[in-house]
């Protein structure tokens, strides 16, 4: 009966959502994935599929199975995840149940079976569940939340049943739920140490060899998934981290400030779930410490403050402490450093399941049972209602656009999605100022990049002031693009004087973009990628004709493509300009000596180094060109101070050595210039 109560008060609540399309991730994760697409039920697909999603197998061979079977039809996709939401609650409510008899709780069969079908009651009409059960990309989080309920249901049945074959049993089962669960999504990570504090608050009863039994078991545990994260990271921590968290707009410390913050958040959601405090892209600000901003210290307080209570109450306040260490310890690992998004209300998925223990105890604790089932249903039947309003927003694309947009009107992603739709769904009038307002979040993101751009380049980080400077030319690219999109809008609005104005005003800013990363064009030179390096040159130059940067970077692509020619014609121009000369000469010495003029090489060259000492010894770019095309053919620069009978002699200033560094005016100086540059170069190099 409770099962069938649970899958009619679901399917209700969640009707609402059911009709409609893919939305947002859905539609490049799950209706165009060419990886579902190719899906067969076969072991060789099924591997096939596991090394495409190393991150979340299990649940994308899920996906894959629902794409067999109904091909890409939203409709079969999203009643997939409401009966796997429905099946979860139904399967709590078995493990609560049995929880609260055990004797950690202690409580008769008739309380525990009222206290635990509220508490999966309140889990199955939650508001905030919407975001993981109606957004179907995010069965990875309700997925491996129901395998955990029913790894912990067989180990319970496991721990209570007399030995034999049936223990055996439902300890394999128990075991293999485990690895599949574990196996599944990050958060899952703290699985072992939450089994190990089950066990020991209710099985265990909390008996003194029990307790230290556990502890020991969890430092174990503990250090054990230490190393297995630092082999994931190749024992390099911050690299792993910093290198992911460059397609993010935080650092990794921004992001683990932030989280005390977003962690009650999202309690806060839990706690009053109305569905206009819900969203589907929150933007929280971020914390640069841990007082900034200074009301950052509450929220670490009270998070402090309740896992305290928690550890000095468990023997007295068995279920609560448990509840509440269970919330926490299930949000720690997804709230420390890794590359995720700072707050999303899927995240309180696995959390909820105790916490919603915690809500139906409480009330059963303190009220006569009667009222407290009173309250509950009164409570469900707000929360079914709200769970079927938000819905609404679940079922229709536009309403969500509209909806992420309105709620975060800073953050460029949904302002963007709904600027976007209004044009192309012809509502020009509202399309002009959210266009507006996009070219502005696109230059503060874009200056952003660029500071961090900046940042690496100084700190020698090459790879990761390429990723930002990428970013940078992207976001230029999507201001044109969105631009573009106003500027039409504007026309058909007949604001044809303002269009004018706008027009210029792109072009200018367009310009001042472009020339902040004109960077990016020898970071890619220095790494080999010349197509890419010569596209951002052309770019720039489109903007700035008398960039000389620019033209010695293109130069440098055409000496690597081999078109001669064009490079002597971008070195002399640079030349011309008096700038950049170390490049220049550096240039066209190695344009002659690839036409085998060795006496010219070898005076352009001789210039090139000279150079080098005249010009800012702060300046690492000529130094990445040197090592570039140092290290892409030394032998032929070796060959051109060689001793030989048919080679002029060495200019002025060489020895007859096989390397270019070797020059004897002030040599001690040179070397002193390019040797920590080279070393730069020599760990870059490895990437």
Same mark, same amino acid.
């Given at each position: ?332 690992? +997804? $709230? /420390?450093?890794?590359?995720?998004? =700072?707050?999303?209300?899927? @995240?309180? %998925?696995?959390?909820?399941? *105790? &916490? ?97 751009? +900046? $940042? /690496?380049?100084?700190?020698?980080? =090459?790879?990761?002031?390429? @990723?930002? %400077?990428?970013?940078?030319? *992207? &976001? ?212």
């Amino acid at each position: 009966m409770a099962f069938l109560f649970f899958a009619a008060v679901g399917l209700l609540c969640y009707s609402s959502a059911l009709p409609g399309p893919f939305v947002q991730a859905d539609l490049p994760m799950v209706a165009s994935n060419p990886n579902l697409k190719a899906f067969t039920p076969s072991l060789h697909s099924v591997i096939q599929l596991i090394e495409a999603n190393s991150t979340h197998p299990f649940s994308e061979l899920s996906l894959a199975l629902s794409y067999y079977v109904h091909g890409p039809n939203p409709f079969w996709f999203r009643l997939t995840n409401v009966g796997i939401h429905i099946f979860t609650a139904y399967f709590l409510f078995l493990l609560l149940r049995t929880t609260l008899q055990l004797p950690g709780a202690g409580l008769d069969a008739r309380k525990a079976a009222l206290i635990a079908f509220f508490a999966a009651l309140i889990f199955l009409v939650q508001p905030v569940q919407t975001q993981a059960v109606s957004y179907i990309v995010k069965r990875k989080c309700i997925l491996p939340a129901l395998t955990c309920v029913l790894c912990m249901l067989f180990y319970v049945k496991a721990r209570l049943a007399a030995s034999g074959g049936k223990k055996v049993a439902l300890y394999a089962i128990a075991g293999v739920l485990f690895v599949f669960t574990v196996g599944s999504r990050e958060n899952m990570a703290a699985l072992p140490f939450l089994a190990v504090l089950y066990d020991c608050f209710f099985i265990q009863n909390m008996s003194r060899k029990s307790l230290i039994g556990s502890l020991a078991l969890i430092a174990g545990m503990a250090l054990l998934g230490v190393f297995a994260a630092l082999a994931v990271m190749d024992f390099a921590p911050m690299d792993w981290l910093t290198e992911r968290f460059v397609v993010l707009d935080f650092t990794p410390a921004q992001r683990l400030f932030t989280q005390p913050r977003a962690v009650l958040t999202l309690l806060s959601l839990f706690i009053f779930p109305h569905p206009s405090r819900l969203n589907a892209d929150h933007d929280i600000p971020l914390s640069n410490s841990l007082l900034d901003p200074p009301s950052a210290l509450f929220f670490e307080a009270v998070i402090a403050l309740c896992i305290a209570w928690a550890v000095l109450n468990a023997k007295k306040h068995r279920v609560a402490a448990f509840c509440v260490l269970w919330l926490f310890g299930s949000l720690a690992v +997804e $709230s /420390s450093v890794l590359p995720l998004h =700072l707050m999303t209300e899927h @995240r309180l %998925y696995l959390p909820s399941l *105790f &916490a919603c223990l915690l809500v139906s105890y409480l009330f059963f604790s303190r009220l006569r049972p009667k009222h407290a089932a009173v309250l509950l249903c009164c409570i469900a039947a707000v929360f079914s209602f709200w769970t079927w309003q938000r819905n609404h927003v679940w079922g229709n694309a536009m309403a969500l656009r509209e909806d992420c947009a309105v709620k975060s009107p800073n953050l460029l992603r949904p302002v963007r999605h709904w600027a976007e739709t209004l044009f192309y769904s012809q509502r020009y009038a509202e399309a002009v100022p959210a266009l507006d307002k996009i070219l502005t979040l696109y230059e503060d993101f874009h200056g952003k990049r660029i500071a961090r751009a +900046e $940042s /690496s380049r100084t700190k020698g980080n =090459l790879y990761h002031a390429m @990723r930002h %400077y990428e970013m940078a030319r *992207f &976001a230029e690219k999507m201001y044109a693009e969105d631009g573009a999109n106003l500027i039409a809008a504007m026309k058909k609005m007949g604001m044809e004087e303002q269009a004018r104005q706008k027009t210029e005003e792109i072009a200018r800013a367009r310009g001042e973009m472009a020339a902040k990363y004109k960077n990016l064009g020898g970071l890619l030179i220095a790494r080999g990628m010349a197509s890419q390096a010569g596209a951002v040159c052309e770019e720039v130059l489109q903007y700035d004709p008398n960039d000389m940067e620019s033209m010695a970077t293109l130069g440098e692509v055409c000496v690597f493509q081999g078109a001669l020619g064009r490079a002597e014609k971008y070195f002399l121009q640079v030349l011309q300009s008096k700038a950049h000369a170390a490049r220049a000469n550096l240039g066209l010495g190695m344009v002659y000596l690839e036409r085998g003029d060795k006496m010219k090489s070898a005076r352009r060259l001789s210039a090139a180094l000279k150079a080098f000492q005249q010009e800012n010894a702060n300046e690492a770019a000529p130094v990445w060109r040197l090592y570039f095309i140092k290290s892409r053919d030394s032998k032929k620069l070796g060959l051109l101070f060689s001793q030989s009978k048919d080679s002029p002699d060495p200019p002025s200033g060489y020895e007859t050595d096989e390397y270019l560094g070797s020059y004897k005016g002030d040599r001690k100086q040179l070397a002193a210039f390019l040797k920590p540059y080279e070393y730069t170069f020599g760990l870059d190099g490895n990437r």
